[in-house]
Every structure is written in structure tokens, then in C-alpha cells.
């Protein structure tokens, strides 16, 4: 069975870190490039950050340029966001979600973990 | 970027008809990258149609796609119980992707 288990979230104040992880099991992890997704209250999903196989290609979205870090850890099976400098507007649900290649839809996404940035 | 404008917000429908969604985007989708996923709460997202109109292994026949450039219809021939959850279009063929606001299929 595939499975994608997010943890790391939390309650924490706007201006500090907070790490997020992503452990994959079930199908062949270091052959997936890897992305987090977002979906903020009452708002839609949200592409965050993506990381190909390799680590060689990292994307982020304008929004957290800058201020997250996207990394894997292939002989673990997973991957991580490291955000620094949260701000409120980042309080959302985030997902991981795997696909095989730049032209490919998400085959599988975790269930979330939630951030609520706020003091 | 691609904004992916979903309706209706909401589709109340009984048991076994059927339901039209739509997704329409701001700009042609490149070659139809266009996807849709199911969204059960507390779950995670399942893909169901990807190319706009292929189903994703094991999906059941009574999910089809259409539409090409900026106009995407997910159809669901005949409601079964599981099928009441969030719908949500993806297009994945212009960075960054982008995702619609989602319809929810809830029972009439």
C-alpha cells in the first residue's frame, strides 16, 4: 500500500521555524519527484516547493522564495521543508505529493500536516 | 500563472444521477495537462483523470474527462455513496501548476 505520512506541524509564532517531514513507503521513492502542496483555510490547494529526483532541479513558489528549503533523503525515503521566517498568511494544511516526471499529474499525496502560524 | 476557475461551489445531487463539473481556465492549458482529483476529508487527494480525459489506474468507468484549452468537464455517470466528496482540477502544463477551488459533491 502507498503511503505518504506527513509530521512536523504545530502551533508556532509568526518570525520563528518549523520543519516539516514526509515518509514514503509503498512504491519506489528515489524514482518520484516530490512537492509540497498547501491548502490555507477557506482557500484552494496552493503548489509550494518541488524537488526532483536527484535534488539536483528545487523550485519554490514566489511566495516562499527564500524562506523554505525543500530536501530529500533518498535512502530514507523522504523529504522535508524547512520554513524559516513564518508569517500568518502560511497557517495551511501542507500536503507531500509524488509524481514521476514534470509532465505527470501527483499519483499520490499524504494526508497533511497542519502549520498555524500565529501568537 | 494559470487560474483554474471551478463550478458550481457546490453540486447537491441524489444517488445514482448524474454530475457535471467544470473547470475553465484563464489561459489554453498546454497539450491538456489538465487533471482531476477526489478529496475525501481527513484523506489524501486521489487522482482520477489525468491528459484531461484518461482515468488513473483502478479508477471506475463512471468517471470520464473532457475538454481541451481552457475549457475541462469532469463527469460522473451515475452517483454511487462513496463518490459525495471535494473535486479539484490541476493543470501541470505551465509552471507553477495550479489547482481550481474545488466542487463538493454532497447528497441531496
Given at each position: 500500500e502507498v503511503q505518504l505520512v506527513e509530521s512536523g506541524g504545530g502551533l508556532i509564532?509568526?518570525?520563528r521555524s518549523l520543519r516539516l517531514s514526509c515518509v514514503a513507503s509503498g512504491f519506489t521513492f528515489d524514482v518520484y519527484g516530490m512537492h509540497w502542496v498547501r491548502q490555507a483555510p477557506g482557500k484552494g490547494l496552493e503548489w509550494v516547493s518541488g524537488i526532483?529526483?536527484?535534488?539536483?532541479?528545487i523550485i519554490y513558489a514566489d511566495s516562499v522564495k527564500g524562506r523554505?528549503?525543500?530536501?530529500?533523503?533518498?535512502?530514507?525515503n523522504s523529504l522535508h521543508l524547512q520554513m524559516n521566517s513564518l508569517r500568518p498568511d502560511d497557517t495551511a494544511l501542507y500536503y507531500c505529493a509524488a509524481r514521476r516526471r514534470g509532465g505527470d499529474p501527483f499519483d499520490y499525496w499524504g494526508q497533511g500536516t497542519l502549520v498555524t502560524v500565529s501568537s | 500563472e494559470v487560474v483554474l476557475t471551478q463550478s458550481p461551489v457546490t453540486?447537491?445531487?441524489s444517488p445514482g444521477e448524474r454530475a457535471t463539473l467544470s473547470c475553465r481556465a484563464s489561459q489554453s492549458v498546454s497539450s491538456s495537462?489538465?487533471?482531476?482529483?477526489?478529496h475525501k476529508?481527513?484523506?489524501?487527494p486521489i487522482l482520477l483523470i489525468y491528459g484531461a480525459s484518461n482515468r488513473a489506474?483502478?479508477?471506475p468507468h463512471r468517471f470520464s474527462g473532457s475538454g481541451s484549452g481552457t475549457d475541462f468537464t469532469l463527469?460522473?455517470?451515475r452517483l454511487e455513496p462513496e463518490d459525495f466528496a471535494v473535486y479539484f482540477c490541476q493543470q501541470y502544463g505551465t509552471s507553477p501548476m495550479t489547482f481550481g477551488q474545488g466542487t463538493k459533491v454532497e447528497i441531496k
Amino acid at each position: 500500500e502507498v503511503q505518504l505520512v506527513e509530521s512536523g506541524g504545530g502551533l508556532i509564532q509568526p518570525g520563528r521555524s518549523l520543519r516539516l517531514s514526509c515518509v514514503a513507503s509503498g512504491f519506489t521513492f528515489d524514482v518520484y519527484g516530490m512537492h509540497w502542496v498547501r491548502q490555507a483555510p477557506g482557500k484552494g490547494l496552493e503548489w509550494v516547493s518541488g524537488i526532483s529526483t536527484d535534488s539536483a532541479n528545487i523550485i519554490y513558489a514566489d511566495s516562499v522564495k527564500g524562506r523554505f528549503t525543500i530536501s530529500r533523503d533518498n535512502a530514507k525515503n523522504s523529504l522535508h521543508l524547512q520554513m524559516n521566517s513564518l508569517r500568518p498568511d502560511d497557517t495551511a494544511l501542507y500536503y507531500c505529493a509524488a509524481r514521476r516526471r514534470g509532465g505527470d499529474p501527483f499519483d499520490y499525496w499524504g494526508q497533511g500536516t497542519l502549520v498555524t502560524v500565529s501568537s | 500563472e494559470v487560474v483554474l476557475t471551478q463550478s458550481p461551489v457546490t453540486l447537491s445531487l441524489s444517488p445514482g444521477e448524474r454530475a457535471t463539473l467544470s473547470c475553465r481556465a484563464s489561459q489554453s492549458v498546454s497539450s491538456s495537462f489538465l487533471a482531476w482529483y477526489q478529496h475525501k476529508p481527513g484523506q489524501a487527494p486521489i487522482l482520477l483523470i489525468y491528459g484531461a480525459s484518461n482515468r488513473a489506474t483502478g479508477v471506475p468507468h463512471r468517471f470520464s474527462g473532457s475538454g481541451s484549452g481552457t475549457d475541462f468537464t469532469l463527469t460522473i455517470s451515475r452517483l454511487e455513496p462513496e463518490d459525495f466528496a471535494v473535486y479539484f482540477c490541476q493543470q501541470y502544463g505551465t509552471s507553477p501548476m495550479t489547482f481550481g477551488q474545488g466542487t463538493k459533491v454532497e447528497i441531496k
